[in-house]
């Protein structure tokens, strides 16, 4: 009886796990099986202002996403977020994990609200958008069609949409699964992929962006076992593409086909377009690459000389340049049999060029082929090829490149300064993995030189100098700024303001940066008089945060990585006492200051100095240097009448400045040494480990060497270590002049450069070159490119 009675709640247990299973949902469970189009967004606020600002994706995004932006911008998430599309193409559904913030209707005007109790559902309108919505489980569904919405049912779920969405990269800003005819977001294959009458095959891509270039890799899925285009290149295996290495620089469109070997090709060829072989074609047996390009074709071939020995229809028509050029007697030879990826008439013409074989209907045409390849003047060695070549894959089946022109046929729309696009498609077993990469392309600049790279405006004056701060979605870099209201600006790499946020007071020092979910996704840390904040990358409130404090924060945010872990600590101080919490805003008990009834005058840093951890900060004329525990770590011998400056760690030595100007140091011992400097009382100081920069009125000093300046108003020197290089950079506030120096007090060419600020020097973009980022004014962020 008693096994009975055990049998009965296990059962009642294992019914009530099912129950909770089943409220837990992946909200892209709940996809319409017939979606056309799926979206997934990891980072919903700068896809946002892609829809509207991006030169491409605001082309490429249909005009549904448009009206589903709508909804979009009133969602409160850091969490994915699905928008569908049925091949009706008029209704869309927005599909995210539900929480109380999410979607809160009492804050949003101008709407009007009422629930349809029939089917548990919500119909708001806002102004002229009307969303009906749901939760599911532990889903929010929203749709412009409630019967749509009231179709949601994840027992239905489409088998192959879920397997695909599942391979999308959560670190992309966004991805898409579309069906292959999908005419717009299909635009971006630069080719119709499907067969004619086949069933739609799935294409996955994500999507990484700047505001000048759009990169997208996936794959496209088979369904049967010849149900697109690509599947002509089965049993070969891709090869690198030759064909850009002989089409002259200006070329608008490519197309490139690989192999390593031509009959397997040919064989999958024949099927589809249902011919026999005739023995004129052997000649492409010995090649390895087809292309056409603007009013010709060319071949590649190890051998070139067997091809001319194979090709039987052939005459000389002329020389040029000690080059021969021959009449080709089979004018509609790639008229069809390489359909559906070359057709090219009236065939009558050809020359030889290295490993090349160029086919034309003019004369003209490859003399003009042939003389660019003579100047070294092909797509290959053109800047707006090379800008685009380390993105781009060896080898491939299939080779698109398209500029301006070209680009703008594929997306019926004037495209103005993309020179460099390129699809590739490397093929394998029932699928091809694709790689694309849109790109602005500007000149480059003059070796050395300085041009402005943008400028960007706030709402109010600018009360301390711009930062940058890392954005692990692009691994570049943002900009932060906040103006005398107290607003925080984010500004992407390329000068769009990202994001603005109201802060309850002017932030202490620098903004931290800190992955306290450890899953590579990075939060802004600061403090403020009253506050700690934590913000996600769109600049929401990272719960528990902020932390309200009742005393004054008297210094900058102290965040500590020990071990470099991930095991965050953030010290706050508050005039002659400490504060430490960890990354989840919790007290850590373990960290014990006993303060020595002095005011703590620096914020504290962390060194580590072989396997011990010293904390560091003065107090009066005491250097206080402490273990993890806040107890007392090096008992230092000697009191200092400290400067204005910080605390750093030199020569493996704790060093800083007295008010006369000398250099202190500290070692691990205690012991403390003083060198006479030179300096004034009004200096600033600034270190590496290795390298010490002092200035002092108008001398600027690094490492031994003085460099005089022109005497006026300079802020304190900022040191940067990028590229292997050390770099120095002041601003004269009079002049309005910014200076840039290598470690051997050397100034960069074409410096000093307009700015009224500090300035920051950064590695912003993926592109080569660093940016130095200062104001142009009160209200301008200016940034500079060194080419």
């Known amino acids: 009886m008693k096994k009975f009675g055990f049998l009965i709640v296990l059962l009642f247990f294992l019914l009530a796990c099912q129950k909770d299973y089943n409220k837990t949902k992946y909200a892209y469970q709940y996809t319409p099986n017939d979606a056309s189009a799926i979206i997934k967004i990891n980072e919903l606020n700068d896809f946002i202002n892609s829809i509207d600002n991006h030169n491409i994706l605001s082309n490429i995004y249909n005009k549904e996403l448009q009206k589903a932006s709508e909804v979009l911008k009133l969602l409160n998430t850091t969490k994915q977020v699905y928008v569908s599309f049925t091949d009706n193409k ?79 990269d959560d670190k992309s800003v966004a991805s898409v699964v579309f069906k292959s005819d999908a005419k717009n977001y299909s635009q971006l294959l630069f080719t119709n992929i499907n067969k004619q009458d086949s069933t739609a095959n799935y294409t996955v891509l994500d999507f990484r962006y700047t505001e000048n270039s759009l990169h997208y890799n996936g794959i496209l899925k088979s369904q049967d076992s010849i149900s697109n285009n690509l599947d002509n290149f089965k049993h070969t295996i891709p090869q690198k593409t030759h064909s850009p290495e002989l089409a002259p620089y200006n070329t608008s469109s490519l197309l490139s086909i690989s192999y390593d070997d031509f009959l397997t090709f040919n064989n999958n060829l024949n099927q589809i377009n249902q011919q026999a072989t005739d023995s004129i074609q052997t000649f492409l047996n010995f090649t390895n690459e087809i292309a056409l390009i603007d009013e010709a074709v060319i071949l590649h071939s190890l051998d070139t000389n067997l091809i001319l020995e194979s090709i039987e229809a052939k005459s000389s028509a002329e020389t040029f340049r000690e080059i021969e050029i021959y009449e080709f007697g089979d004018v509609d030879f790639f008229k069809s049999r390489l359909k559906p990826f070359i057709s090219f008439s009236e065939t009558k013409y050809f020359s030889i060029y290295e490993n090349f074989i ?52 594929v997306l019926n729309k004037e495209i103005k300064g993309y020179n460099a696009n390129a699809v590739q498609y490397i093929y394998e077993d029932s699928y091809a993995h694709v790689n694309g990469i849109i790109q602005k392309f500007k000149k480059r600049a003059a070796s050395n030189s300085i041009t402005e790279a943008f400028n960007t405006n706030v709402e109010s004056e600018i009360i301390s100098a711009p930062q940058t701060l890392k954005n692990h979605i692009t691994n570049a870099h943002d900009i932060a700024v906040q103006d005398v209201n107290n607003v925080l600006y984010l500004i992407s790499n390329s000068g769009s303001v990202l994001w603005k946020k109201q802060l309850k007071g002017k932030i202490l020092g620098k903004i931290e940066q800190m992955d306290m979910y450890k899953n590579g996704r990075l939060q802004l840390v600061f403090a403020t008089s009253n506050h700690i904040y934590v913000l996600d990358r769109n600049g929401n409130d990272v719960s528990p945060f902020p932390k309200n404090f009742k005393d004054d924060i008297t210094q900058p945010l102290s965040v500590f990585d020990y071990d470099k872990r991930k095991d965050y600590r953030l010290l706050v101080t508050q005039g002659k006492n400490l504060i430490m919490y960890n990354a989840k805003g919790e007290l850590v008990t373990g960290f014990n200051y006993k303060n020595n009834s002095s005011t703590i005058d620096t914020q504290p840093k962390h060194f580590r100095i072989g396997s011990k951890d010293y904390l560091t900060f003065a107090t009066g004329e005491n250097l206080q240097i402490l273990n993890r525990q806040g107890n007392i770590r090096v008992n230092v011998k000697g009191k200092i009448q400290f400067s204005e400056n910080d605390i750093y760690l030199y020569q493996n030595k704790f060093t800083t400045t007295n008010i006369l100007g000398q250099l202190i140091q500290v070692d691990t011992k205690g012991n403390l040494s003083t060198k006479n400097l030179m300096l004034t009382d009004k200096h600033r100081l600034e270190t590496t480990s290795k390298t010490l920069v002092s200035m002092t009125e108008n001398k600027l000093n690094i490492k031994s060497r003085t460099i005089d300046l022109d005497y006026g108003e300079y802020t304190a020197p900022s040191v940067f270590y990028l590229n292997d290089k050390i770099y120095v950079t002041t601003t004269d506030l009079q002049s309005k002049k910014v200076y840039l120096f290598d470690s051997q007090a050397k100034s960069i060419p074409n410096f000093p450069i307009f700015g009224t600020s500090a300035a920051e020097l950064q590695k912003l973009d993926t592109e080569k070159g660093l940016e130095l980022i200062t104001q142009s004014d009160s209200k301008n962020i200016v940034v500079y490119k060194l080419h």
Do not use: C, W
Request: aromatic share 6%.
């Open 90 to 168: 008029s209704d869309y559904i927005i599909l995210t994990e539900n929480d109380s913030t999410l979607f809160v209707i009492d804050s949003i005007p101008n709407r009007i609200s009422e629930t349809l109790v029939d089917f548990k559902i919500e119909k708001t309108q806002i102004d002229t958008t009307t969303v009906y919505h749901k939760i599911i489980g532990n889903v929010f569904a929203g749709s412009n069609n409630l019967e749509l919405l009231k179709s949601l049912n994840s027992k239905n779920e489409n088998a192959e949409l879920k397997n695909l969405i599942e391979t999308t």
């Open 358 to 409: 160029v086919f034309s209907n003019s004369i003209d045409r490859i003399k003009t082929i042939l003389t660019n390849a003579l100047n070294n003047n092909t797509l290959a060695n053109s800047e707006a090829f090379t800008s685009i070549s380390e993105n781009l894959s060896d080898e491939a089946s299939m080779f698109i490149f398209k500029n301006s022109e070209g680009l703008s046929e």
